[in-house]
């Protein structure tokens, strides 16, 4: 993902010494990285607990409820609380539009401890210091590290997990490629704009103004066209719906039928001379 073509804002940070009796209970205002560099914190997601030690760090989105504890008697605790906001400008059939990009973090994620901990802790400190200071031209500096630290941690993320990227062209690129190779599965557009980082419907209206259609329907399109190629090499029709993606044959037909005016089994003996071993 590339941080640098992201609007940002840098809003607050500071160490876990701003913790009031130890505890965070509050609704979150922007997004924000809570990381935990020493010591351990429960921190509460849907009523579960999850335990955030030394590499850890939980993501809230704004308006999500966080809840952070302190865990006494254990090692001293430092920890790091970055509140910020983001967004991406995007020009669509000349128009800009204004769209709020998911990051590609889960509620909690872990940093290795191979150097990359102390990276960001001296980025973290020099926000925390900026915001302590509150230098209303270093405020530029601290979007500088704010982006050098969401990198980071987006790099360690992304390298090892197939995620899509920016740039429109790109997305819809990328999103014709993914359906491609995974068009036997249960492919879920909703998830693919996740990956994206932004909506379903975003993704939708973009890819639409690119091809002239929607994602399913050039999921659907790409279907089709490999099951006429399944059923001119003699595959039987039943076969061909669920390697296309297609758990139920009778819809399969029906969808096959509207595409191309045939049934699969017309369609078949219609290229039955066309077969090759």
């Not at 993501?59 to 983001?86: A, M, P, Q, T, V």
């Not at 995007?90 to 401890?113: A, Q, S």
């Not at 500088?144 to 969401?150: A, N």
């Amino acid at each position: 993902m590339d941080i640098n073509r992201l609007y940002m804002v840098f809003e607050w940070a500071d160490d876990s010494i701003y913790w009031p009796n130890g505890v965070i209970d509050d609704a979150v205002t922007f997004d924000n990285i809570s990381f935990v560099c020493k010591g351990e914190v429960k921190a509460v997601f849907d009523g579960e607990e999850r335990i955030l030690k030394r590499g850890d760090f939980a993501y809230y989105r704004c308006g999500d409820h966080r809840i952070i504890k302190r865990i006494e008697g254990g090692e001293e605790l430092l920890s790091f609380g970055i509140n910020f906001y983001h967004c991406m400008p995007n020009k669509i059939n000349g128009v800009w539009v204004i769209d709020e990009v998911r990051l590609p973090f889960e509620k909690v994620e872990t940093v290795p401890d191979d150097g990359t901990i102390e990276e960001l802790v001296d980025l973290m400190w020099k926000m925390v210091a900026i915001n302590r200071n509150q230098n209303a031209q270093a405020m530029y500096t601290a979007v500088g590290y704010l982006k050098r630290m969401l990198t980071i941690l987006s790099e360690k993320k992304l390298s090892s997990v197939e995620t899509l990227q920016f740039g429109n062209a790109t997305r819809v690129a990328q999103t014709k490629e993914y359906i491609k190779k995974n068009y036997r599965k249960n492919v879920n557009i909703a998830a693919i704009a996740e990956a994206i980082g932004i909506s379903q419907a975003y993704l939708i209206k973009l890819f639409k103004a690119e091809t002239g259609m929607t994602p399913q329907t050039y999921l659907t399109s790409v279907r089709v066209d490999k099951a006429k190629e399944l059923l001119k090499r003699g595959v039987r029709a039943s076969d061909v719906a669920e390697m296309v993606g297609y758990s139920d044959t009778v819809y399969f037909g029906k969808l096959f039928k509207k595409c191309v005016g045939k049934t699969p089994k017309q369609f078949a003996e219609e290229h039955a001379g066309e077969r090759t071993a």
